[in-house]
Nanobody, 126 residues
Framework: QVQLVESGGGLVQPGGSLRLSCATS????????VGWFRQAPGKEREGVLC????????YYAESVKGRFTISKDGAKNTVYLQMNSLKPEDTAIYYC???????????????????WGQGTQVTVSS
């Protein structure tokens, strides 16, 4: 049974950092890409970063380049999103998701992902 569970969200001041975790089960990170998405109130879900294979990562949100990084720990079946220099506009619910099939490329399109976590709220505010 495929599952993804996000954690690590919360309230942080502008300029602060958070690390989100996506604990996965039911598949191996060696074969499936995992992406982070976010959705702010009244906005569409936006692809942020995706990781596939041992080192391949792709940025989709220009606004997070230089501030966010994605990584994974295969032994723990967990994907991380490190967020630094947070801004109020980063406020959103953050989701992780798995691509539809093994070896499928990463994508910024939510429809290319078949399994989703429940999301974790990130609020950046003073």
């Amino acid at each position: 049974q495929v599952q993804l569970v996000e954690s690590g969200g919360g309230l942080v001041q502008p300029g602060g950092s958070l690390r989100l975790s996506c604990a996965t089960s039911g598949f191996t990170l060696d074969y499936y890409g995992v992406g982070w998405f976010r959705q702010a109130p009244g906005k569409e879900r936006e692809g942020v970063l995706c990781i596939r294979g041992s080192r391949s990562t792709t940025y989709y949100a220009e606004s997070v380049k230089g501030r966010f990084t994605i990584s994974k720990d295969g032994a723990k079946n967990t994907v991380y999103l490190q967020m630094n220099s947070l801004k109020p506009e980063d406020t959103a619910i953050y989701y992780c998701a798995r691509v539809r099939s093994a070896f499928a490329p990463c994508s910024h399109l939510p429809n290319d992902f078949s399994f989703w976590g429940q999301g974790t709220q990130v609020t950046v505010s003073s």
